[in-house]
């Protein structure tokens, strides 16, 4: 990395670090190692939304170019959100692509990642499945994002039927992401996902 990003990152590192309304909040961000260029970011889910008591951890990657090009931000935490891919973790935000600019910081990302959390923009998916389900199934659509936040995310609210239909289909030998997954894109309809697995 360019010794003008490794110091831009170290200060807004730093800067970060003494934030106190940040860490409040119960934000993180931290080195990979001992490299500059990957680091590790945490963001809590907002109060009043599916995601309300999580903890998503997030992969940074930091570019030569930068400040002048975004860093690569995916979520490591699996998350049933619009625009997040419930696969990948990739993200679809604008301002880690397009609509970027050099005085932007790490801090702008990781608050930009909760402000998309509390609204989606089902408009301009990265999972069109979630953005169909947000727009037309409301409520499957919180009930499943609640579940996928109490399971990888570690947020408060349990739904014992979805775990029992995850469990019917691991008791025929799926594993429990894809499991969960298919269940999800098929709004919790044992059957449906039995016929996707040819049941």
């Not at 995850?166 to 269940?183: C, F, M, P, Y």
Request: glycine share 6%; with cysteine.
């Amino acid at each position: 990395m360019a010794s003008s990003a490794a110091c831009r990152i170290k200060r807004e590192f730093r800067e970060l670090m003494c934030d106190e309304a940040f860490v409040q909040n119960s934000n993180k961000l931290e080195l990979v190692g001992d490299c500059w260029t990957e680091l590790r970011g945490e963001i809590t889910g907002p109060l009043g939304t599916p995601y309300e008591g999580g903890k998503f951890l997030l992969a940074i990657k930091i570019p030569e170019r930068y400040p002048f090009a975004p860093p690569n931000v995916r979520f490591i935490t699996k998350v049933w959100h619009p625009n997040i891919s419930s696969a990948t973790g990739a993200i679809c935000l604008d301002i880690l692509k397009d609509n970027w600019a050099a005085a932007m910081t790490l801090r702008t990302v990781l608050l930009s990642l909760q402000v998309l959390l509390d609204a989606p923009e089902p408009d301009d998916p990265q999972d069109a499945v979630v953005a169909y389900q947000y727009k037309h199934k409301r409520q499957i659509y919180e009930m499943t994002a609640q579940h996928w936040t109490n399971v990888y995310a570690g947020g408060p609210h349990r739904y014992p039927d979805c775990d029992e239909k995850v469990q019917n289909l691991k008791d025929k030998g799926i594993s429990e992401h894809e499991a969960r997954a298919v269940l999800s894109k098929e709004d919790w309809c044992l059957k449906k996902a039995c016929k996707e697995f040819s049941f």
